[in-house]
């Protein structure tokens, strides 16, 4: 922090500033709209690795696993030495460089990760050099070769010096062995061995190491406070504005609105806050007076700013890095006003512009309030602010942490000597070149550092696992069946993974297409049960269209019958809620209808499978009449919007949206005589997370409604015809269906089944009970993962076990969702048929032979699956390695706020992000994208596209291209792409998934299923 | 028979506590299904005998039944004394028989109209969120740990019930209140949960200062602490007691300090929505349902003292509506579902205290079971509120925006005083915690000053 005077910054620089800097806000909307975007957003134009060093400084978090998560990793074979050794030599080059003439470079990195006993962090090193014996003893480790030759040259150098006198190395053996008597037994010599190791280690490097470590950075008032009184300001203010924000965010749960609540931020907080009230917390009296300028108007709230920054006294330079710290400093509260400020059309009541910049205002008047009491308290009012930031900064200038960095380096030291054998001698006697060498090397390399070529490493394992099983699959002929009875078009979801290879393995004659689960449909939809419109497609995308579901003219009367129905429920239900919670009602239901909870509390709890089938059965008779049309069409001309002429597509949006579809996927010929769009949806109980479950592509709602829409247009003649003039030729046999798969419960429902040709109902029934098998065998692939599923566990058992998730109150795991996604691959589904990938790989369709030759569908598709795949995987990622930081922590405190999100406890900051209950087998790696293209046409994308480029080339995600025609594999590396050599080695091939993974429940390396590569010949046909 | 149903149900909670507590201390791995098994049974056990008696009272009209497992604890009224007396295994002999000792506490337990609906209750419950737990839990760190102090709480509820002297009621109170501040700070490596769990837990001691010396004087004055014997011969409710209105109305005000501590009336209710910070299943069964609840249990069990003077009805009346109406206020501007149920609790529990403080006797235990009942699957239920919600919005076919019909400035007010629940900790912040630590810096002081002086120190 300057002591230095700033004249009072221009107000709009300010505001210029706040908006830049939202930009590292949380990017989570309202938890019921799950958005999974890369975390580190804010910061994608920035190389991956610097991004991740910077964002550990900002937010505080930790951007990789701890070293000893990864030494773990290496213990169970997912990180090998080979990868280290790789990643080693990427980073290094090939030559070898010597350092101090004592050891390679290459190897002293190779010791520092995988071979020190001890690979303490600074935190840990006082109790370890207490507790631990290493500074009597050798590492347990070292080669019996290097402990006799140290004993051996230590004793003699002993002797040496013994005779020779040299004062120096006299002076500093007698500091650890007195000498005189004549046998020394062997552990006294390995204690004199490692105690000299120690002191020459620790006497060199502090003679060299004087330049390293500044005072950390005390940027915020609160820093200075908290140094000096031990107390966080930040909790009392804290305490006040969680509050404060959830009452304001608040949707409409609590039954009293915020008075002020539509006039703004600061209009609401003076309603609540500006003025006095009795018995007030002792450091908010001054409140009422602080606030006294926003209040009325005179200040506005940039000036507001302005004046508090300046009451700081901060520079220019500081300006920004304060503004970042206090917005970040309560960043989920913060975040979601800025959601709802800019993302109007997601929320019930938004926030209106400049609230973000008003919560800062109010933060800033807090934040000197609460400082000022504790210095007041802590010195009994003698000192000032002033004071106490001049006495935090003197104190941490003081506290050296050079001292404790010296101990750490030649602490590191010593194991390396141990473990290359080097003797006191030789390090007594190194030269200070050596020993600034020496200490340059250990310095440079220091945890942040290891940390992260251990991670590279271990991204190294997978990609390899993942490279070499394409790469061996591509030498293998593409499988297509000759004559397709099926074809499947499901969400490029890491989860129709295994549902597809089900499929293919059920029915070999089943085809199947990977597609963004909105299927190039994005719509605003409501449902006939519904009363709002949901945005279906992507979050960047703001759909142009409303549709909605009606139910057929001929059970109109049924339908109103039963929405009657639903609203007397609903009303009863709405009143018995409310009345439960208030004095006089609550009474009388508490105390005549309390003991009937019983029954709803011990059935969900004891027999939930049983109590859902109850209420499923029940609810079917005010559900809406099964029969249902979606009013698709609009006439052309007429504009679009939310009320009954703007409902639906053109014709021409509908042949638009159906071609691009279509063409985006290459299912342009070979249709089959029926053809599924399958959107995903998920169900579960008591999970304010569900939305996370649900289709990403649909901003986590279920997606069935995109892919019936899609089968609608499809099977309406006149888009048949205007696609046939455009090329698209559509065999009037063929039928579209519109499905929903749920990945919780695995089951699928079609729509609009009452439409489908008796041609083809034959076809329908016998391909209901493939997908049944295709169901129970993917609910029994998902049963591995869990543990309370017996390994054993039989088909029918599994299905049963998946659905009793979905419907338990107390599972907070209903599913895994796309956790342990690690690869995705945009390609012919025939190149990948028969390759095992354990749900662990996104797959989207693209058949380069039907792209023009500047690849304008790879771009248009890629411009969408890469940042969303990219923000999924990093989501997961980000939150599996620090789940506090990055994620929302342990479900089990979660309490739903203000209907937007949840918070930890009685009262906290919102916690956007997944919960560790939903990363738990996450393996943290960047995604790998490896797509069936060329390397030019890949790099001519990227310069077209900024946003695909910036992902690409910083490293955000990483990146190979297949080529179509042989299985050569390029990966892309700094900035251009190299040929990838695949290991040899045999990659494992089944008979059937189940074979592979029976038994075990980690995860898994990728293997060929042998049935799958054979050519499609007459099996079991569909046709009847 | 029925003495043998009676140690079973306190006995099954024992067992458990003991099982759990040595593997914890012995380290021993145990698994996830060990536990949740050894709980389930360890509940069906006592339930089953709980509702064994129930089933027997009901059949011979017998209103109570006493368990006594004897003197624990034994000083003489003779000068020379024979302390500690080795726990007897003694059944049924009433200590009021021979030589009345100074003092004893005797474990006696007592099951009549009061203690076996609210241990049938307790049983229920526990059992019901045990297994809940044992999946919502799932491998959490904390999964043992969780149980271990369940099964604490489940002791403490069961002894506190099932209490036939004031002693044994205020060991299973300790037990609970222990457990309870445990469960607040379960997540300790948060500071909130810690510091609020520091908050229960010194609440809890105040009440429980105040329990400990109501339970004193009453001891004093009726000579044990047996309730049978405060209430005379008549079986609760009837109960009646010859104490001097004066100190009836002394040692009543002191139970109802203690009763409104662990109930959280006013002005100790800032501590409810805080304790909303463990896991989901214990704050519904702690503060939604059974130890919000024992406050008011501790009422009923001494409302012989209540019948006696109408003062201390009055003040109970006076406290319960207080308390009310400062709930259904706080309750209304809640935006978080964890609060708001906190506060609805609240509102129903102070509604059970005017209620006792009215007379009656019956209806608030059915009140309680009810509340209880209700209040826990509510909890349990909080993460659905999205869904909920949104289902409750499409069956009415939109949002109705709620408008205040008070006039701006009063409803301003209103608000305010919601929005800081009153400033109740505050205040309390102020006029106990400042002075009292301020009372213990200046007694350091001073000493500090006196030991210098003493050791010839200058300073």
């Known amino acids: 922090m300057s002591v230095v005077s700033e004249p009072v910054p221009e107000a709009a620089v300010v505001a210029a500033e706040i908006r830049e800097l939202a930009e590292l806000l949380p990017l989570q909307g309202p938890i019921t709209a799950f958005a999974f975007l890369n975390p580190l957003q804010g910061l994608e134009h920035l190389p991956v690795f610097d991004a991740l060093r910077q964002a550990h400084e900002i937010f505080g978090c930790e951007p990789y696993l701890r070293e000893s998560e990864y030494r773990d990793l290496v213990a169970r074979g997912r990180i090998t030495a080979e990868d280290v050794q790789e990643i080693l030599q990427q980073e290094l080059g090939v030559e070898r460089r010597s350092v101090a003439g004592l050891i390679e470079l290459h190897e002293m990195r190779l010791s520092q990760l995988l071979k020190l006993v001890y690979p303490v962090s600074l935190n840990e090193l006082d109790w370890v050099l207490a507790e631990a014996d290493s500074l009597r003893r050798f590492q347990s480790t070292i080669p019996l070769e290097h402990r006799e030759r140290l004993l051996n040259e230590t004793r003699h150098w002993l002797q040496m010096v013994e005779t020779s006198g040299e004062s120096a190395a006299l002076q500093l053996i007698r500091s650890v062995y007195r000498g005189g008597r004549r046998e020394v037994s062997e552990q006294q010599m390995e204690s004199i061995c490692a105690g000299l190791l120690w002191k020459i280690c620790l006497q060199r490097l502090e003679s060299v190491s004087a330049a390293a470590g500044s005072a950390a950075g005390l940027i915020r008032l609160r820093d200075a406070v908290l140094a000096v009184t031990g107390q966080d300001p930040d909790e009392l203010v804290h305490d006040v504005l969680s509050g404060f924000c959830a009452g304001w965010l608040d949707q409409g749960y609590a039954q009293w609105q915020m008075p002020n609540r539509d006039s703004g931020f600061v209009a609401a907080f003076c309603a609540v806050y500006g003025q006095s009230s009795t018995g007030q917390r002792r450091w908010l009296r001054g409140l009422p007076e602080a606030l006294q300028g926003l209040c009325r108007g005179a200040v506005s709230p940039v000036e507001s700013i302005c004046q508090s920054l300046s009451g700081l006294a901060v520079g220019d330079a500081d300006r920004r890095s304060l503004i970042r710290q206090s917005l970040l400093a309560l960043r989920g509260w913060a975040g979601m006003l800025w959601q709802t400020e800019t993302r109007p059309d997601r929320v019930f009541r938004s926030s209106p512009n400049g609230t973000l910049t008003e919560f800062l205002a109010v933060r800033l008047i807090l934040d000197r309030l609460a400082a000022e009491w504790l210095i007041r308290e802590h010195s009994g009012g003698r000192k000032t602010v002033g004071d106490t930031v001049l006495q935090a900064v003197s104190q941490t200038a003081q506290q050296q942490p050079l001292e404790l960095t010296a101990r750490y380096q030649a602490f590191v030291l010593l194991q390396l000597a141990e473990l290359h054998g080097w003797s006191p001698q030789q390090l007594f006697e190194l030269s200070e070149e050596g020993w600034s060498e020496l200490a340059g090397a250990a310095v440079a390399f220091d945890q942040l550092e290891r940390r992260r070529v251990l991670h590279l490493a271990f991204e190294q394992h997978l990609s390899r696992q993942a490279l070499d099983a394409v790469s061996r699959r591509a030498t293998l002929p593409l499988v297509v069946p000759q004559t397709p009875q099926v074809q499947i078009v499901t969400c490029i979801d890491a989860r129709e993974e295994s549902f597809r290879r089900y499929l293919e393995e059920v029915c070999p004659e089943i085809e199947t297409f990977g597609n963004a689960g909105f299927f190039c449909v994005p719509m605003y939809y409501r449902g006939a049960a519904e009363a709002t419109f949901t945005a279906l497609c992507p979050v960047v995308i703001r759909p142009q269209n409303w549709i909605v579901e009606d139910v057929v003219y001929s059970l109109e009367d049924s339908h109103r019958q039963r929405a009657v129905a639903r609203r007397i429920l609903g009303r009863f239900s709405q009143r018995f809620d409310s009345g439960s919670r208030s004095s006089v009602s609550g009474a009388l239901l508490t105390a005549l209808l309390g003991p009937l909870a019983t029954v709803p509390l011990l059935g969900r709890i004891l027999f939930p499978h049983f109590m859902a089938q109850m209420h499923s059965t029940a609810g079917q008779f005010v559900a809406p009449p099964a029969v249902t049309r979606l009013r698709l069409e609009r006439p052309e001309g007429v504009p679009a919007g939310p009320h009954d002429d703007g409902i639906g597509f053109t014709l021409t949006e509908m042949v638009t949206m159906s071609e691009r579809s279509l063409r985006d996927i290459g299912l342009t010929s070979g249709f089959a005589p029926l053809v599924i769009f399958m959107g995903h949806g998920s169900s579960c109980m008591n999970n304010p997370h569900e939305s996370a479950y649900h289709c990403g592509a649909c901003s986590g709602s279920p997606g069935g409604a995109n892919g019936r829409a899609l089968a609608a247009m499809l099977n309406d003649p006149r888009v048949r015809r205007r696609l046939r003039e455009r090329g698209l030729d559509i065999p009037d046999e063929t039928w579209f269906i519109g499905g929903l798969h749920n990945t919780a419960t695995e089951e699928i429902t079609f729509f609009d089944l009452e439409l489908l040709p008796s041609s083809h109902v034959g076809r329908l029934r016998k391909l209901r009970g493939v997908l049944a098998e295709a169901c129970q065998r993917n609910a029994q692939e998902r049963c591995r993962r869990f543990d309370s599923a017996p390994l054993e566990i039989d088909q029918q058992a599994a299905l049963l076990h998946v659905r009793e998730r979905s419907e338990d109150l107390a599972q907070t795991r209903p599913e895994y969702g796309n956790c342990t996604n690690a690869v995705c691959f945009v390609g012919r589904r025939g190149r990948l048929r028969g390759l095992f990938l354990d749900r662990r790989s996104f797959m989207m369709s693209y058949d380069r032979a039907q792209d023009t030759t500047d690849s304008m569908i790879l771009a248009r598709i890629l411009g969408a699956v890469i940042p969303v795949c990219e923000g999924i995987n990093l989501l997961y990622t980000l939150s599996a390695i620090d789940n506090r930081g990055w994620g929302s922590g342990t479900k089990l405190p979660h309490n739903v706020t203000s209907l937007l999100g949840v918070m930890d406890g009685a009262s906290s900051d919102l916690r956007p992000g997944l919960p560790w209950q939903g990363v738990d087998i996450h393996e943290p790696v960047r995604l790998l994208f490896i797509i069936e293209t060329t390397a030019e046409s890949m790099l001519q994308i990227m310069d077209r596209n900024p946003n695909v480029a910036a992902i690409c080339r910083n490293g955000w995600a990483q990146l190979a291209v297949l080529d179509p025609q042989s299985s050569r594999i390029q990966r892309f590396l700094n900035g251009r792409f190299e040929d990838y050599e695949p290991r040899l080695g045999q990659l494992s091939e089944v008979a059937a998934s189940r074979e592979w993974y029976a038994g075990r429940r980690d995860h898994l390396p990728f293997a060929l299923i042998r049935p799958q590569l054979a050519v499609v010949g007459a099996h079991e046909a569909l046709v009847e | ?459």
């Open chain 2, 1 to 459: 028979m029925l003495t043998f149903a009676g140690i079973l149900v306190v006995l099954s909670p024992a067992v458990l506590v003991a099982l759990f507590g040595i593997s914890t201390l012995l380290r021993t791995p145990v698994g996830e299904t060990v536990y949740s098994r050894c709980t389930a049974a360890a509940v069906s056990t006592g339930l089953a005998a709980a509702v064994w008696i129930l089933v027997a009272m009901l059949m011979t009209d017998d209103r109570q039944v006493e368990v006594s497992l004897g003197d624990w604890v034994r000083i003489p009224a003779a000068a020379e004394q024979h302390a500690g007396e080795p726990p007897g295994g003694a059944v049924g002999v009433s200590p009021h028989a021979l030589d009345e000792p100074h003092f004893h506490f005797t474990m006696k337990f007592m099951f009549d109209r009061l203690s076996v609906p609210f241990v049938i209750m307790t049983f229920v419950l526990c059992g019901v969120i045990s297994a809940f737990a044992s999946r919502y839990l799932h491998r959490d760190g904390g999964f043992q740990r969780f149980f271990l102090f369940l099964s604490f709480f489940l002791l403490g509820m069961i002894l506190s019930s099932a209490a036939g002297t004031i002693e044994t009621l205020f060991f299973g109170w300790e037990l609970v209140g222990l457990s309870s501040a445990l469960l607040v700070a379960f997540f300790h490596d948060r500071r909130g949960p810690v510091v609020n769990g520091l908050r229960v837990w010194s609440i809890y001691r105040l009440a429980d200062a105040a329990f400990l010396i109501g339970a004193m004087s009453l001891h004093h004055l009726s000579g044990s602490g047996d309730f049978s014997g405060l209430a005379g011969q008549g079986v609760w409710p009837e109960g009646r007691v010859d104490i001097p209105q004066q100190s009836v109305l002394l040692v009543g005000c002191l139970f109802l300090f203690a009763a409104a501590g662990k109930s959280a009336l006013v002005p100790f209710s800032g501590w409810l929505p805080r304790a909303m910070e463990g896991p989901t299943p214990s704050s519904a069964v702690f503060y939604g349902a059974l130890s919000v609840h024992l406050g008011a249990f501790l009422l009923l069990r001494i409302s012989p003292l209540l019948d006696r003077s109408p003062v201390l009805s009055g003040l109970v009346v006076l406290l319960g509506a207080v308390t009310c109406v400062f709930a259904a206020m706080a309750a209304r501007v809640q935006s978080d579902i964890k609060s708001s149920l906190a506060f609805a609790s609240l509102i129903q529990v102070s509604i059970i205290v005017v209620e006792i403080g009215l007379g009656f006797r019956y209806l608030p235990l059915v009140h309680i079971i009810g509340h209880a009942c209700l209040r826990t699957l509510q909890l349990v239920r909080a993460p659905s509120l999205l869904k909920d919600y949104n289902s409750m919005i499409n069956a009415l076919g939109g949002v109705a925006e709620r408008r205040s019909a008070l006039e701006q400035s009063r409803y301003q007010r209103m608000y305010r005083f919601a929005m800081n629940r009153g400033n109740l900790d505050s205040i309390l912040d102020e006029f106990v915690v400042r002075p009292f630590t301020a009372a213990l810096l200046w007694s350091d002081r001073l000493e500090r000053r006196w030991t210098n002086w003493l050791s010839g120190e200058n300073k």
